[in-house]
């Protein structure tokens, strides 16, 4: 890649670099374009990192999921010193910021066929929850936020954060894209129904305090150093909020065996109350609605993430299909329960409804 080709955050990348060659990226991630490179003489960071990272949002992006903070790196800079493995992070201009680049591999380039967490990742994770939760509601409030006034429930509402969360899917992810993935959500057998029936369902949480939220933690945002060490990255969900949501979501992203959710949530449970007693009350009652939550959302976004990945084009990639229709059916019969279809789509009627809309709708 030529300097005159290449993207303004790739030139940027390579200006920070103490050798442009060397720039490394764009590296995986959704929500941003990612490049690493190797730290100038006074990059402002610490010695114990060599390599850099610039992350520039993707413009255009779909949201499948609320945002607290206007800023990821704001919130890493807020806390540095209160949590321990997470990425530095400098800024470089108003709006430009350096994170240190955690060498390693992700937890999810290991075993995961086996889903259990070694003796010391535990603890680590462990020690993750303890910090997340010691982090109270004022504690980062010079940290500008983005979400709407209705979006800020009053401190311990557990049955208003959940029903901010439901609305967000059934607004901007359902609502917003019906015009373009209606089609698509008719035929798989997907409605908000299953959103209001949860809705009903979870009138009376417990109150807990709001803490701090990771709101993203799967194998892929866990990176183990060469100490075997497990960092936490990719902050740009976080969120004020319950604090069993971050359980929720971790466990619903990580797909534990029964046996190690089972530790896991006890872990969880443990560490937060140490760190802010009241903070696991009625957990026990409660994460069934999260979890179910968790699990229609992942219909909804997962429909559209698996639209988008298969295209473009008056065909849906053939190579791509079969795959992304086998995991797409296995977020529908997760959700099974929730909704009002009768049956799981086969492999066969996913597949052919994405084939139907390609056709139809030509994205």
């Excluded at 990348?13 to 490179?37: I, K, M, N, W």
């Excluded at 992942?298 to 992304?324: H, K, N, Y």
Aim: with cysteine; net charge neutral; aromatic share 8%.
């Amino acid at each position: 890649m030529t300097v005159d080709t290449a993207s303004p955050a790739r030139r940027r990348a390579a200006g920070l670099s103490r050798d442009e060659r060397q720039v490394t990226g764009p590296l995986r991630g959704y929500h941003h374009e990612t490049y690493a490179f190797p730290l100038a003489a006074e990059s402002g960071l610490s010695g114990r990192f060599t390599r850099g990272k610039l992350r520039e949002p993707r413009p255009g992006l779909l949201w499948f999921d609320r945002r607290c903070f206007r800023s990821e790196d704001r919130l890493l800079i807020a806390l540095q010193g209160r949590i321990e493995r997470i990425p530095e992070c400098v800024p470089v201009e108003e709006e430009l910021f350096l994170q240190g680049f955690i060498e390693g591999s992700t937890l999810g380039s290991g075993p995961v066929r086996s889903r259990t967490l070694s003796t010391r990742h535990t603890d680590q994770l462990g020690q993750l929850f303890r910090e997340l939760a010691g982090i109270k509601v004022d504690e980062l409030k010079d940290v500008e936020r983005v979400c709407e006034l209705e979006d800020k429930p009053k401190n311990g509402d557990t049955t208003a954060f959940l029903k901010r969360l439901i609305h967000f899917t059934e607004e901007k992810v359902y609502g917003r894209h019906a015009d373009q993935f209606g089609t698509l959500f008719e035929e798989l057998g997907v409605n908000s129904a299953a959103l209001e029936g949860l809705r009903t369902r979870s009138e009376k949480l417990t109150s807990r305090p709001f803490t701090l939220i990771h709101g993203d933690l799967h194998w892929h945002n866990f990176i183990v150093d060469g100490a075997d060490d497990l960092w936490t990255i990719d902050w740009e969900l976080a969120m004020i909020g319950d604090p069993l949501y971050e359980l929720a979501t971790h466990l619903h992203l990580m797909r534990y065996p029964r046996r190690e959710e089972a530790r896991i949530a006890r872990l969880w449970r443990t560490e937060v109350e140490s760190a802010h007693p009241g903070c696991s009350v009625g957990w026990d009652e409660d994460l069934p609605h999260l979890l179910a939550y968790k699990r229609i959302q992942s219909v909804f976004t997962d429909v559209i993430r698996t639209a988008l990945a298969l295209g473009p084009g008056p065909e849906p990639d053939r190579l791509m299909l079969p795959r992304a229709a086998r995991e797409l059916q296995r977020v529908l019969a997760a959700a099974q329960d929730l909704q009002s279809r009768p049956n799981v789509p086969t492999l066969r009627q996913v597949m052919s409804a994405y084939t139907s809309w390609f056709r139809s709708s030509a994205p």
